[in-house]
């Protein structure tokens, strides 16, 4: 899928909080939106999504704006959003609204289940997962319509550094099937481990686009090349 964004911006209270942003952004592998906290990444993708209304410009994705079509792309949000019912009722919640059929319904989610190591928590209430377990739930959830791009928003932010493995595993095997990944995140370890490009985002700019050996070995602008430095 290819994402173009044309003078694309979002503004509150009067205010731009992101953009003016043009740039295509072909999606493959995993793409890394880094920056410091309150740079304005969760708004990106929150605006990629078409979560937030654009206050000027366009997005679209394949030339389709991004709040008409949305099954082609999954999303993860930081915190955890659980419907009080089962695990698998949570996951299945796309296909119900999607209206598949019942026996479908149940046998996708089996898939997603076990796609995501979660067959034998399948009939628990969801709201007593662990923050690595709900992660994957989500992760299943964003799974459902067998998506060509999953946007995630700092997916680990919350987990210790086992959840986060286990987590970070299941991606790395997900991007090898072929969905590519827009990945939110201020973890620069984890950037280095998963990018093939990076995003860098200042104060709701776009300020480096490259491919990720590029941007951690030769960063252009100085904002990044502070952010790459090895704290003294
Ligand atoms: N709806 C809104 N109205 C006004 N200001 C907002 C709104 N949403 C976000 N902001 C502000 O926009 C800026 C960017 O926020 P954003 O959450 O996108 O940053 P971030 O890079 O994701 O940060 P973090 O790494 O801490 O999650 C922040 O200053 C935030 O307070």
New binding site residues.
Partial sequence: MILSLKTASFA??GKT?LGPISLDIPMDGITVVL?P????????LEMCHGLIPLSMGSLCWDGIPANHEKSSRGYIF?HRITLRQSVARNIALPLRAAKWPKAKQIARTKELLSLTQLSAKADEPAVVLSGGEAQRMALARAMAHHPKTILMD?PTSNLDPKATETFEMLIQDIADSGVSFLW?T?NLAQAKRFAKHVLF?SE?KIVEYAPADQFFNTPIHPTCQNFLRPPL
């Fill in positions: 509150a209270n909080l920056g906290n309150g740079a304005g990444k969760s708004l990106f930081q700092e939110a201020h985002i709701g």
